[in-house]
């Protein structure tokens, strides 16, 4: 199973972004979708996640300026990035849960894409 994120770049403050995740291999069924970003001298942190349901989660740093969605033709997971901000700046990974068979998957994660936000 391979993640291919895409759509990083460098944008203004206030300007906007969207990330997309491709994700192809042996799956039969994506669980849970999300995105998660690691700035330097911090942690890696949960941006959003969204459920096969369709239920979302988001961190509050980006409630309000954030959507995430997915599109399981695709087995896809989208990221529109509004209102972007400097401290937004970051290495932007996917990573889904997926499932081989019924009895075996796990957690993949893509390579990353960067984001930067400067004037």
């Known amino acids: 199973v391979q993640l291919q994120a895409s759509g990083g770049g460098l944008v203004q403050p206030g300007g906007s972004l969207r990330l997309s995740c491709v994700a192809s291999g042996s799956i039969l069924r994506i669980n849970t979708m999300g995105w998660y970003r690691h700035a330097d001298g911090k942690p890696r942190e949960l941006v959003a996640e969204?459920?096969?349901?369709?239920?979302?989660n988001y961190a509050n740093f980006v409630k309000g300026r954030f959507t995430i969605s997915r599109e399981d033709a695709k087995k896809a997971v989208f990221l529109q990035m509004n209102s972007l901000r400097p401290e937004d700046t970051a290495l932007y990974y996917c990573v889904a849960s997926i499932q081989h068979s019924d009895f075996a998957g796990g957690s993949y994660w893509g390579q990353g894409t960067q984001v930067t936000v400067s004037s």
């Open positions: 969204i459920t096969k349901e369709g239920s979302t």
